[in-house]
T-cell receptor, first 111, second 114 residues
Framework: QQQVKQSPQSLIVQKGGIPIINCAYENTAFDYFPWYQQFPGKGPALLIAIRPDVSEKKEGRFTISFNKSAKQFSLHIMDSQPGDSATYFCAASLTGNQFYFGTGTSLTVIP | DGGITQSPKYLFRKEGQNVTLSCEQNLNHDAMYWYRQDPGQGLRLIYYSQIVNDFQKGDIAEGYSVSREKKESFPLTVTSAQKNPTAFYLC?????????????FGPGTRLLVL
């Protein structure tokens, strides 16, 4: 059973648009939700993370929205730029236990 | 310049052959991890090690083996028992091995079967 479901699989937006990537999780005990950014041929890098005690976290142009009752969280990228074109992975874990990753979203930002 | 290095960048395996992927870190991290990445799938945990001379299986350990003789090194061997080894392999490390810490990833090794 897939612990974390991510959508959409791919996304194309114009420069300045606000792409939104959604994730849903199964285990209500998960308490850590990171987002990773991966460029082609590179390893993922942590972008932003949230814990369920807050409903939103913002770092620069990146915002996580968290809905505990719906078991969903999403990544918003404000004023998207061509340099944001990458694959984005959400993940979830229970403190001290392994990450479960989503299947990834390939984002293309058109100039 | 601290970080994680993986070698080689590309690796070719013949049928029935064991191959070893290298992972080295100079971040002084206690914990190291191996993930497998397949197209359209998220990262899946193969093995992890929270301390030297100790390691645990992840979700997809069958057909793989690891060793952790030094803090900075965590090589992964893909054995002939792994019937579908073609994938992108990622090594990561974190400070203490609690999974909620930031994991730092290497650039990856792409393994192809001849």
């Amino acid at each position: 059973q897939q612990q974390v479901k991510q959508s959409p699989q791919s996304l194309i937006v114009q420069k300045g648009g606000i792409p939104i990537i959604n994730c849903a999780y199964e285990n209500t005990a998960f308490d850590y939700f990171p987002w990773y950014q991966q460029f082609p041929g590179k390893g993922p890098a942590l972008l932003i993370a949230i814990r369920p005690d807050v409903s939103e976290k913002k770092e620069g142009r990146f915002t996580i929205s968290f809905n505990k009752s719906a078991k969903q969280f999403s990544l918003h990228i404000m004023d998207s730029q061509p340099g944001d074109s990458a694959t984005y992975f959400c993940a979830a874990s229970l403190t001290g236990n392994q990450f479960y990753f989503g299947t990834g979203t390939s984002l293309t930002v058109i100039p | 310049d601290g970080g994680i290095t993986q070698s080689p960048k590309y690796l070719f395996r013949k049928e029935g052959q064991n191959v070893t992927l290298s992972c080295e870190q100079n971040l002084n991290h206690d914990a190291m991890y191996w993930y497998r990445q397949d197209p359209g799938q998220g990262l899946r945990l193969i093995y992890y090690s929270q301390i030297v001379n100790d390691f645990q299986k992840g979700d997809i350990a069958e057909g793989y083996s690891v060793s952790r003789e030094k803090k900075e090194s965590f090589p992964l061997t893909v054995t002939s028992a792994q019937k579908n080894p073609t994938a992108f392999y990622l090594c990561a490390s974190s400070i203490r091995g609690r999974f909620t810490e930031t994991q730092y990833f290497g650039p990856g090794t792409r393994l192809l079967v001849l």
